[in-house]
Structures are given as C-alpha cells and as structure tokens.
C-alpha cells in the first residue's frame, strides 16, 4: 500500500513478542517520542484490548489521540502452523493486523511474532504483489563501514534464479528507502568470482542479473569473505543460505563474547587495558548493535509487513516501526512493482535453461 496524505497508520502486533506486550506498547511510546513516525501518522495496538488499555494508561497514551486499539485476544504460539493458525486462530493479533492491512485500515503491520506464520499467512492474505512469485526476508547488516541489505533470509528457502533476480530487485528499492543509498550495488552470493561458479542456478541467475543489470547496478558474484566488506550494498540468495550466514553470526558474536568475557573480567592487564579501549568498544557496540535496524521487512507482498527479532526490545520494534514508516514514505511497493515488470520484460527475452 502506498503513502495516504493524511499520514501513514502502522498496526503493531502486541501479542507475538518473548517480552510481551508491555515492551510493544512501551515500542510505540518511544517510537512517537522519539520523532521515528511523522506527525500525523497513527499507531494501531493489536492485541487483548483490556490488557493493552492498562498498559496505554501507564504511557499516558489519550483516547482520540495518535494510538488506538484493536481488539484481538488470540496469540500465535511457536509451534503454530500459518494453516492452523489462519483456520483455528483468527482473532490472533497477527492475523487481525494483516486482515487490518488486507482491507486497507492500515498501510504496514510491525510484528515480533512466528516468522514461519507471518510469512505464510502474510501472502496467504495479502498476495504477493503484481511482478513477484515468492516473498523475500531482507535484514540490514553491518560492516566494516555501515550497512547492508542481505536477503532471502529465511521467507524463501528454496530460490529460483527468477526469485533471486526478484530479491536483487527488491533488495535495491529497499536499500535505498532505508539505508539512503541512491545507486546501491547489487551482488550475487556464490562460492567464487570466476564465471561459470556455483552451479547451474547460480549461472542461470548471474546471466539474468547481468541481462537487468543496468537497472539495479549489478556488480557480479559476491563469495563469502566479501560480504562484510564494501564490494556491494544489497546481497542476494536464497532463504536457506541467508539464514544460516544470520544465525551464524549471532553463533559467532556470542562465542566471543562468552571467550573475551571472562579473560577481561579476571586478568588485570586484560581489563586495563578494555578499560582504555573503552570509548572504541563503544563505538563498535552502537555500531553492530541489533536494534539500530530492528526489522527485517517480507518484501514483495501487497503492502508493507516489517518483521521484528522475536526477542526486540523496544527499541528494536520502535526501529521497525520507523523502518515500516520510511518505505512507506518512499513509495517502495509502487517502485517495487514498476522495477519488476521491467526486470521480467527482460527475463521473458533470454533463451531458456
């Protein structure tokens, strides 16, 4: 859905979070704080009406002001199926903020809860929009300077080379809303450089990207010690490998800490000297921290669905909150759309595999 004159209204799952929905309410007072939603936009509360008026009073949330409440006493569980959960648990606040979002009572849902559900039951309802077969996950990473886009991560496991040119174009509109690039390079994520690498689907889909490439600033084939540096601005792959590069990363920054820790804890010339690296360690911690950019939006549906860590704070949904906020005031569905009928009106023109 695309911007509305009179401001945006972004309906915010409750229910779906580890933490609750006193830290999604708590989200919403720090996102109106703190100026991450414009003037006259409107945050919609979905969830137990009763538990979340409590909750809206101790924020000094007024009846009739920029929040309201929608009732929906039903919670979505991470063992929930997107099929049982769209049959037997339809007044769960996830399925309510997306019928709310289908029917055009709001232009983008913010969820914490079960990605497997948001993901099926978001294109079960909604569709994916006119140009794309399968939603993508697309999560904004840091490196060594800045940021970056890394998607499938998760929505799509099984990727075509058709999907995949769909991630690069999604992939670019979407860096460009929320990380302010205006031509953000674009590479394809495989095991080498060299023509001819990474199989038959990784070929198929280079010389599609190569064919659109002057549309989305393709930079070629991106290996695994590239990501993290400044070779390209958007990543693209498949769900099952974005998935594991995220969850190995988490792996990774827990077992240095878990190993650093310790040492800097119980050895004085370790500790002297983290306390004179202090102003950089925090530096880097503002840097890589998670909430900076706490959403990862399901892209290529017909309207805007952010999707929060499970465990955000509410800081980190306030961030996808604005995030949602943003790639409505860009206009990225609309742009989505125009970039991906172009990008297939190519595609239809190469041999076939």
Partial sequence: MEPAKAGHRIALDCMGGDMGP????????????????????????????????????????RPGGRVDIHHAPGIVLPDDTPMGVLKGKKDASMVVALELLREGKVDAVVSTGN?????????????????????????????????????????NPEATPEHLVHNAIMGRVYA???????????????????????????????????????RIRYVGPVEGFDVFGDVCDVVVTDGFTGNIIIKTLEGLVFMVRDMVGPKVRYNPVYLA???????????????????????????????IVMKAHGSSNRHGIASAIRLGREALEAGAGRRMREELAAANAVMATLPPA
């Fill in 22 to 61: 006193s830290e999604a309410v708590a989200a919403a007072a720090l996102a109106l704080k703190e100026g991450l939603v414009g003037p006259d936009d409107r945050i919609t509360l979905v969830g137990n009406e009763e538990v979340l008026r409590l909750l809206a009073r101790e924020h000094k949330f």
């Fill in 115 to 155: 990605t497997k559900v948001l993901v099926g039951a978001g294109t079960i309802r909604l569709r994916t929009m006119e140009g794309a077969e399968r939603p993508a996950l697309a999560a904004i990473m840091p490196r060594r300077q800045g940021h970056f886009v890394l998607l499938d991560v998760g929505a």
């Fill in 176 to 214: 460009q809303s929320a990380l302010g690039i205006a031509e953000p390079r674009v590479g394809l994520l495989t095991v080498g450089t060299e023509e001819g690498k990474g199989g038959a689907r990784i070929n198929r889909t280079h010389a599609a990207l190569k064919a659109v490439g002057d």
């Fill in 273 to 303: 000297g983290g306390i004179a690296m202090f102003p950089l360690l925090r530096e880097l911690k503002g840097h890589l921290k998670p909430e900076r950019y706490g959403g990862a939006p399901l892209l290529g549906l017909n309207g």
